[in-house]
């Protein structure tokens, strides 16, 4: 599995989280915690969010898709507000996840 990073690199986007030639990606951006002592809200989700949009455009990309749990009202309430669309309301999708004993399972493994 890959692990989670958080870089700044136009080029680490590009090769660790899959911008580039292939036109599905894949690109995580896990919630980040304050270090000990230093406030919430310093608006470090939004400038990344906003990197990953520039990236995305600048490699041809015409949407990114972020995905939340039902309970992280602070995160939904920012990605509206930075205009994004819940696909929850507007078009009702879930999301499923095959993995461990269900995909082998399914493999017949």
């Given at each position: 599995?890959?692990?989670?990073?958080?870089?700044?690199?136009?080029?680490?986007?590009?090769?660790?989280?899959?911008?580039?030639?292939?036109?599905?990606?894949?690109?995580?951006?896990?919630?980040?915690?304050?270090?000990?002592?230093?406030?919430?809200?310093?608006?470090?989700?939004?400038?990344?969010?906003?990197?990953?949009?520039?990236?995305?455009?600048?490699k041809?990309?015409?949407?990114?898709?972020?995905?939340?749990?039902?309970?992280n009202?602070?995160?939904?309430?920012?990605?509206?507000?930075?205009?994004?669309?819940?696909?929850?309301?507007?078009?009702?999708?879930?999301?499923?996840?095959?993995?461990?004993?269900?995909?082998?399972?399914?493999?017949?493994?």
């Amino acid at each position: 599995g890959s692990q989670v990073r958080i870089s700044k690199e136009e080029e680490d986007l590009e090769v660790a989280d899959g911008f580039g030639e292939n036109p599905f990606y894949h690109c995580l951006v896990a919630e980040i915690l304050p270090a000990p002592g230093e406030p919430l809200g310093q608006g470090i989700g939004s400038k990344i969010i906003k990197k990953v949009a520039e990236v995305a455009l600048d490699k041809g990309c015409s949407q990114f898709r972020l995905a939340v749990l039902n309970w992280n009202q602070k995160a939904i309430d920012l990605y509206k507000a930075l205009g994004a669309q819940d696909l929850t309301e507007a078009e009702g999708w879930h999301s499923f996840r095959f993995e461990g004993e269900a995909m082998r399972k399914l493999a017949g493994k």
